[in-house]
């Protein structure tokens, strides 16, 4: 137990929470300060067994209305393409995915804040795109649930099923990448003590998010999330490059 990061537990707790009102899954937050404590590596094995969890708890807890046809155009890309960036991840410079990911979440940020309007279409072509790219930075980066949130939300589900849907989509992309990064080596002996931890988070976050969905305003808390990750991407570059 000596061994354990607390704050890093709290810090993942809160990711999780986050995450869930937000509707961006709890990667967005939990790649770029779990990368304070471990190698980069480590990080992507870590957060694709901690999502494995996390979904599973948000298909038990919003599983009304679970969107099929969705879970078809954007699930299957994303689960192919996931397996491609896991691959690819292997033989990329951790300093470069390092700065790559504070760029990625300045960009992604600032675009959602500015362009407050941002939409999707929602037909297959789109679906498919945006299945496509989030399972390709989820691959590389760990992190690819607001590109397909941004395209979920064009289909204007309630937001139970929102969640539950995605939460489908996330974890067949997760349980892929996570077989890709085993055979990599990015799961190891030193990141196991904190998987019984990260499934009780995964199960105590995601039902203190439900409990705040019902308080807050989704655009409200959204809008909030968007600055933290610009806070955290700006603080992931500066540690990157120096």
């Known amino acids: 137990m000596k061994n354990l990061e607390y704050l890093f537990l709290l810090l993942a707790l809160f990711a999780e ?4 009102v937000g509707g961006f899954g709890s990667s967005v937050f939990f790649v770029p300060v ?15 067994l901690f999502h494995v969890a996390s979904n599973l708890s948000k298909i038990a807890m919003f599983k009304k ?6 879970i078809t155009y954007i699930g299957i890309p994303a689960v192919i393409f996931v397996i491609v960036g896991g691959i690819i991840a292997k033989y990329l ?15 992604l940020s600032l675009l959602f804040l500015i362009k407050k309007n941002l939409i999707v279409k929602p037909n297959k072509r789109e ?16 992190t690819g649930g607001a590109i397909r949130g941004l395209t979920m939300a064009a289909f204007n589900l309630e937001k139970n099923a929102f969640i539950a849907t995605s939460a489908i989509i996330d974890f067949f992309v997760d349980f892929s990448r996570s077989i890709v990064y085993f055979f990599n080596g990015f799961i190891t002996k030193e990141i196991l003590i904190y998987i019984p931890f990260l499934v009780v988070i995964s199960i105590v976050g995601t039902y203190l998010g439900k409990l705040l ?7 409200s808390f959204k809008k909030m999330s968007l600055y933290l990750i610009l806070i955290i991407g ?3 570059l500066f540690a990157a490059l120096l």
């Open 93 to 107: 410079n951790e300093y470069l995915l390092e700065i790559v990911l504070g760029i990625f979440l300045i960009s």
């Open 213 to 219: 969905l019902k308080r807050i305003s989704q655009d």
């Open 65 to 70: 209305g679970i969107d099929k046809k969705l």
């Open 234 to 236: 700006v603080a992931t």
């Open 17 to 20: 929470i986050i995450g869930t």
């Open 127 to 142: 679906a498919f795109l945006g299945g496509t790219f989030s399972g390709l930075f989820a691959g590389i980066l760990g």
């Open 34 to 48: 779990a990368n304070f404590y471990f190698d980069f590596q480590t990080v992507l094995g870590m957060t694709a």
